[in-house]
């Protein structure tokens, strides 16, 4: 179980689009390089600094860290970077993979990322990295429909991810199990559509959320968004991921 520590919200950086490095021996800012690196089931995505075009690589069930490295290294081998980004597809508690994917392959726990990139790696659970990058203020709920259900909270300016996936929700079956793409093939896109609609709902007054963004490769099949919700960008991971290392901002800073 995770401490109560390790589950302390993340705070937002403050200069959100324009991240920047401070370091003793300049004295001063000099703008950041960040490689950022979008994990999914079918592809591993990457977009860096001052390029707009992202590359990807094949995932799939025998992707290992160490092969997704080298894939990505040499994705990226005309690219400078300073840092690394990595949204990852499950738990990551305290910035550390808690828990290797189900359909990736094995070693992605404990595997060190920084020896492998040879720079400084910040690694976030890839719904927290497109809520980050979809915050325009106040308190924000993220939802992701893809093949699971992916969720985070924002709160005046800081980030907390959640494992709502597994929560019970009716008939004695889990959101995911409603939500996610087998919900999705087994209720048909009517029903599943009503079912994101009361999922919405009923989260957006538990967690007080002021508004709700739908992310994730399902979320275009949604006819209508609930109340208080707008439409995400799968995008917005590579924001999020640009946006992890600014500065960090006390929580009155949000707007």
């Known amino acids: 179980m995770a401490s109560l520590d390790a589950m302390k919200p993340l705070p937002l950086p403050t200069h959100l689009d324009r991240p920047r490095l401070f370091t003793e021996k300049e004295g001063k800012a000099r703008p950041v390089h960040v490689l950022v690196i979008d994990v999914g089931g079918t592809h591993v995505k990457i977009l860096a600094t001052g390029h707009k075009g992202r590359r990807a690589a094949d995932s799939g069930p025998d992707l290992t860290p160490a092969k997704m490295v080298k894939a990505v290294k040499s994705l990226s081998e005309d690219w400078a970077f300073d840092v690394v980004s990595l949204g990852y597809p499950g738990p990551v508690v305290r ?10 392959g094995a070693g ?3 595997f060190d990322f920084e020896k492998a990139f040879g720079c400084p790696v910040k690694i976030l659970n890839d ?12 308190n924000m709920l993220f939802l992701g429909l893809g093949t699971g259900l992916g969720s985070a909270l924002i709160c005046a300016g800081h980030l907390q991810p959640l ?10 079956k889990s959101f995911e199990w409603f939500l996610g793409k087998r919900g999705l093939k087994r209720s048909g896109k009517k029903d599943w559509r009503k079912d994101v ?3 919405s709902t009923r989260l957006l007054a ?9 992310g994730g490769g399902n979320a275009t099949l949604l006819k209508r968004l609930p109340p208080r919700a707008r439409m995400g960008d799968n995008a917005n991971a590579f924001k999020g991921g640009f946006r992890l290392w600014g500065p960090p901002a006390p929580a009155a800073a949000a707007k």
Not at 206 to 214: G, K, N, P
Request: charged content about 15%.
């Open 95 to 104: 910035g550390k993979i808690a828990v290797d994917p189900g359909h990736l």
């Open 108 to 110: 992605w726990v404990g």
């Open 127 to 138: 719904a927290a990295m497109q809520a980050l990058g979809s915050y325009q203020g106040g």
């Open 163 to 172: 494992e709502l996936a597994h929560l019970p929700y009716r008939k004695g």
């Open 197 to 199: 609609a009361d999922v």
């Open 206 to 214: 538990a967690l007080q959320a002021d508004e709700l963004v739908i």
